[in-house]
DNA sequence: CGTGTGTTTGATGAATTTCAAAGCAGGTGG
DNA sequence: CCACCTGCTTTGAAATTCATCAAACACACG
């Protein structure tokens, strides 16, 4: 039986190599036939130069993205122009989501590097999903992922001191590199300080000052945009409500 | 053309008396045979008893709810206790799409009030989406509202200081509960200030030194629980991005 | 009428923002 | 190849906002 599926799923692997949103968000135990037909739905492939958008707040939706390569943003700005960024989305990640509602956009999406995506029409993935349970199963686990997320925000936005929520945020990074084969313990930020501080609702001088204090107390080492965590079980400490160091 | 939908979501209407998710969730132009289906889908009616748990962060998600009558939070708990609350549901409102993604609730829901609740359980529903394409649709556009208004809560935790959160939060129930029919400047809150302030990441002290500056300046007149706005473009400018009140 | 829960207000202190200035790195043109 | 921008980062000092602590108050309920 697991030998059928992960058969089925290297079948699906080398059907969609254009695309790594295999892992994510595609279910097993597919015929030939429904992989062909999943396979066109992404062969889209759009390139995404360093700081263009993706899309923009109010642009219609046709297409839900997976990031194939690079590194995106998202964010959304209030109408006297603060920016808040809602998401930083690396490889595997979905983008659009948030325009199903409406059928607009809500949040700009921009390349921190240069990426590329699969980009999936919304109207056929509705229709295949039709007919592939498992994969209208995806999609609603999909959607749900987003909503959880989201909840981790409110928590750390909410009840979380500065300290707290920059080391929560390498945490994050780090565990989400490492599930796609990076080292969990050394990787380079795509982001500014000040895109961080966005996300994290602080100031980029806040975030300067918070790296400062994880550095002193040897939980990091941070030059630029490299880091390296130290000390993941402290740091992992902290954010688990000791608002302290320890 | 309208007049057969009218006449359909009518017949909808009758058919899932017992349940008000309709305008909120529920696709039109279904046959009769559809018609009995959803409402047999939605039968279960479930009363909450004020302060009572509808289900806890864990527990298996078996349903999915839809608030009938009544009042309820959310709210997730820090390792170290600390409470964030995540949303307030009122008729209408969806509870328990966190849960799709890992099979496990995430949150605490629990009633403010008496409350009724239409229990839809959650095999069935992604069943019979399967073969109603608009319910599978709806469905969807359910769980992207939910990302949308998490954004929404992004922005307000990350970007405005405590009045205007404050004013963001008066004005959202007061949107709320004008489209479901009642007064958009007259209502009684269900919360304590301590859940308001959890919920704005905010200290109950900060939620009353907050109304007593909308009150200073004439924006509503608030006793105990009960709120009259007496000045909504005003309290709308203060949200658009003005620090100061105008 | 007392008790408990929830609300309000004041005084103080801590955390974060703001303002300011200097440092650093990468890219460009002389 | 160097000097000079420009954009980003770092650090310091002052100002502000919000949290904390404390006490009084209001109201419902037994």
Redesign the interface.
């Known amino acids: 039986m697991p030998e059928t599926r992960s058969c089925q799923a290297h079948a699906l692997k080398l059907a969609c190599s254009n695309c790594n949103i295999l892992e994510f968000c595609l279910p097993l135990g597919l015929t030939g036939e429904e992989v062909a037909q999943l396979d066109s739905l992404i062969m889209q492939r759009v390139k995404v130069k360093k700081d263009a958008a993706l899309y923009r707040a109010c642009d219609p939706l046709r297409f839900l993205y997976a990031v194939r390569i690079g590194f995106f943003k998202t964010d959304?700005l209030?109408?006297?122009?603060?920016e808040?960024v809602?998401g930083f989305q690396m490889p595997g990640d979905m983008l659009g989501?948030?325009?199903?509602?409406?059928g607009l956009y809500?949040?700009n999406a921009f390349a921190l590097e240069d990426s590329e995506v699969c980009a999936i029409h919304f109207d056929h993935l509705?229709?295949l999903?039709?007919e592939l349970?498992s994969l209208?199963?995806n999609?609603?686990?999909i959607?749900?992922?987003?909503?959880?997320r989201?909840?981790d925000?409110?928590?750390l936005?909410?009840?979380m001191n500065s300290d707290e929520r920059l080391a929560a945020f390498l945490l994050n990074l780090s565990q989400r590199l490492n599930m796609r084969g990076y080292s969990s313990k050394e990787f380079v930020l795509k982001m500014r300080r000040e895109e961080i501080g966005?996300?994290?609702?602080l100031r980029l001088e806040t975030i300067c000052r918070g790296i400062a204090h994880l550095r002193d107390h040897a939980l990091v080492e941070v030059s630029g945009r490299e880091v390296k965590i130290l000390d993941m079980d402290r740091l992992k400490h902290l954010v688990?409500?000791?608002h302290r160091f320890s």
Do not use: W
């Open positions: 959304v209030s109408l006297d122009g603060r808040q809602t989501l948030d325009a199903v509602n409406s809500t949040c509705e229709k999903a039709q349970p209208q199963h999609l609603n686990k959607f749900s992922r987003e909503i959880v989201d909840h925000m409110l928590m936005l909410g009840n966005s996300y994290l609702g688990a409500g000791c």
